[in-house]
């Protein structure tokens, strides 16, 4: 009798706690990089009434006389599958595509924490933050060099406000038109265009030098 009891409150206990993972994954369901866990069930060791007998003479074999006492759940597993990737417009909202974690830390970089949620915004000081205010870790870029050295130690994302990237010279233009089919002159009008190549005219007519300089 107590068996039959303790089997059936075992079921009722493993199936409370299969609802509450369901319930929690339901819950989650517009979490920023959740991942939902799956609940395996494994059966009690069964007790043994009385073993198994070889065969004998004219008898044959038994098989031992076991009962089992419930159910017990063997392991709660995070899915960590590839999800869908959306588009948020924000500039600063990031995503992993295939293995990898984030890193943030809340200390400044003495403790990390990992995550697969790319929310991240910056905050007043210019820090690339998550919304719990952990900033993110990992390489700036030289402000001379533009390089970035991934040998050096991660760091946390800063990029002041009032950063600005100083002019540079322009070092390649690309020029592209249509030609007009007209067979005179007048016919591809205003269309601009010349011979030389150093040298392009307005719709004035007037030269614009392109040369070395």
């Known amino acids: 009798m107590m068996r039959s009891l303790w089997s059936g409150v075992s079921g009722l206990q493993a199936n409370q706690e299969f609802m509450d993972v369901v319930g929690n994954n339901i819950a989650n369901v517009n979490t920023v990089g959740f991942k939902a866990s799956l609940i395996n069930f494994s059966d009690v060791l069964s007790q043994t009434l009385s073993g198994a007998s070889a065969p004998q003479g004219n008898l044959g074999g038994m098989n031992p006389k076991q009962i089992g006492l419930g159910t017990q759940i063997a392991n709660i597993n995070k899915n960590f599958s590839q999800g869908s990737l959306q588009t948020t417009n924000i500039t600063t909202n990031l995503a992993i595509q295939g293995n990898g974690f984030f890193i943030v830390s809340g200390d400044g970089g003495n403790t990390y924490e990992y995550t697969r ?25 030289n402000n001379t060099t533009h390089t970035i050295n991934t040998a050096s130690s991660i760091q946390s994302l800063n990029v002041p406000q009032n950063m600005t990237v100083p002019a540079g010279v322009t070092k390649n233009i690309s020029i592209a038109g249509n030609l007009n089919g007209g067979d005179t002159i007048t016919e591809m009008s205003p269309a601009i265009g010349t011979d030389n190549m150093n040298v392009l005219f307005n719709s004035n007519g007037n030269a614009i030098g392109i040369g070395q300089t």
């Open 117 to 141: 949620a790319g929310n991240f915004n910056f905050d007043a000081n210019g820090n690339l933050v998550d919304p719990l205010g952990n900033i993110v870790q990992g390489w700036m870029a």
